[in-house]
């Protein structure tokens, strides 16, 4: 088992046992109960207004699939789903939590949308927050769990595990064969200068005043959203869909640092005619501190639709 698994199941482990080291934070756990919900979160996405790489976001193809229209994307979905969590846990679980979220419905551009989130677990040495995404009929369309520990957690993953690759400057077409033979993937880069964090908190539809300010922790989506990088800044996907991602933070990113996502192909696997990949992947800052391990699966190649 990786040290990223490792992490996950740790917290729920200790959170069970009550057995993990007691550390304060500055948010008070004695306020949140089991049972207690969250503030819901009222947002939709815009239909975009410029063309999409991936056109499962564009009404047209997303029609042949048998949606209803384009799909907004599943990094959106999970940003929503973090905002209930963070206005509740704030900078320390951006810093130390830990997530697993999936999608199994879409959700269509401007179609109005709630996040609702409440605890599911809580002791002295930490907290477990489930969320779903709710679409405008109500069906539940994306989930998450979302922890967060006082305690001291496993040693973050060594960065120089993770090798560094040039992106391709002709990017192939995806294939099984070709995903097979990637050792490491191509690093995506991002210098997240204020200009660029206010530009994904605006595609997150994102309320919070925490993320306002120069030095302000990145959104979490934006991991995420990184994490699409790694794959389809390596090889051409269209259509193509992420469906479901679990990671470990381990410092918590900020305005004014470069970003960058290291990776590999941890699996390839078929399921009801679909292609999937899971990739392992670690957001590193500046080059040497660990920001957040990932799995990050997607289907890469989707069956005909009928």
Same mark, same amino acid.
């Given at each position: 088992?990786?040290?990223?698994?490792?992490?996950?199941?740790?917290?729920?482990?200790?959170?069970?046992?009550?057995?993990?080291?007691?550390?304060?934070?500055?948010?008070?756990?004695?306020?949140?109960?089991?049972?207690?919900?969250?503030?819901?979160?009222?947002?939709?996405?815009?239909?975009?207004?410029?063309?999409?790489?991936?056109?499962?976001?564009?009404?047209?193809? $997303?029609?042949?699939?048998?949606?209803? %229209?384009? @799909?907004? +994307?599943?990094?959106? &979905?999970?940003?929503?789903?973090?905002? /209930? #969590?963070?206005?509740?846990?704030?900078?320390?679980?951006?810093?130390?939590?830990?997530?697993?979220?999936?999608?199994?419905?879409?959700?269509?551009?401007?179609?109005?949308?709630?996040?609702?989130?409440?605890?599911?677990?809580?002791?002295?040495?930490?907290?477990?927050?489930?969320?779903?995404?709710?679409?405008?009929?109500?069906?539940?369309?994306?989930? $998450?769990?979302?922890?967060?520990?006082? %305690?001291? @957690?496993? +040693?973050?993953?060594? &960065?120089?595990?993770?090798?560094?690759? /040039? #992106?391709?400057?002709?990017?192939?077409?995806?294939?099984?064969?070709?995903?097979?033979?990637?050792?490491?993937?191509?690093?995506?880069?991002?210098?997240?200068?204020?200009?660029?964090?206010?530009?994904?908190?605006?595609?997150?539809?994102?309320?919070?005043?925490?993320?306002?300010?120069?030095?302000?922790?990145?959104?979490?989506?934006?991991?995420?959203?990184?994490?699409?990088?790694?794959?389809?800044?390596?090889?051409?996907?269209?259509?193509?869909?992420?469906?479901?991602?679990?990671?470990?933070?381990?410092?918590?990113?900020?305005?004014?640092?470069?970003?960058?996502?290291?990776?590999?192909?941890?699996?390839?696997?078929?399921?009801?005619?679909?292609?999937?990949?899971?990739?392992?992947?670690?957001?590193?800052?500046?080059?040497?501190?660990?920001?957040?391990?990932?799995?990050?699966?997607?289907?890469?190649?989707?069956?005909?639709?009928?």
């Amino acid at each position: 088992m990786g040290c990223r698994a490792l992490a996950y199941r740790c917290v729920w482990r200790c959170l069970r046992s009550g057995s993990a080291p007691i550390t304060l934070f500055t948010m008070t756990f004695e306020t949140l109960t089991i049972g207690m919900t969250l503030p819901e979160f009222h947002v939709s996405a815009p239909a975009p207004t410029e063309p999409h790489e991936n056109k499962i976001h564009e009404d047209d193809l $997303a029609r042949q699939y048998g949606f209803k %229209g384009g @799909l907004v +994307p599943g990094v959106t &979905v999970y940003a929503w789903m973090t905002h /209930p #969590v963070v206005e509740a846990l704030g900078v320390p679980w951006l810093d130390r939590g830990a997530f697993e979220t999936r999608f199994a419905k879409p959700i269509y551009y401007e179609e109005p949308a709630v996040i609702r989130a409440k605890i599911v677990a809580t002791t002295a040495d930490g907290v477990a927050i489930e969320v779903a995404a709710h679409n405008s009929v109500g069906e539940v369309c994306g989930t $998450a769990t979302m922890t967060l520990l006082r %305690g001291q @957690l496993p +040693p973050p993953p060594a &960065v120089g595990g993770y090798g560094v690759a /040039p #992106v391709p400057v002709e990017r192939p077409r995806v294939s099984r064969a070709h995903l097979e033979s990637l050792k490491v993937l191509g690093t995506p880069e991002l210098e997240l200068d204020g200009r660029a964090a206010g530009d994904f908190i605006a595609r997150f539809g994102e309320t919070l005043a925490l993320y306002a300010g120069a030095d302000a922790p990145a959104h979490p989506g934006i991991h995420l959203d990184l994490s699409n990088r790694a794959l389809d800044r390596n090889v051409r996907m269209s259509p193509w869909i992420h469906v479901e991602s679990r990671g470990q933070h381990w410092s918590a990113a900020r305005v004014g640092e470069r970003l960058e996502i290291r990776g590999r192909i941890q699996s390839l696997f078929e399921k009801k005619g679909h292609e999937f990949v899971e990739a392992d992947l670690l957001l590193v800052a500046g080059g040497s501190r660990p920001v957040a391990s990932i799995r990050h699966t997607a289907i890469y190649l989707l069956r005909k639709a009928g």
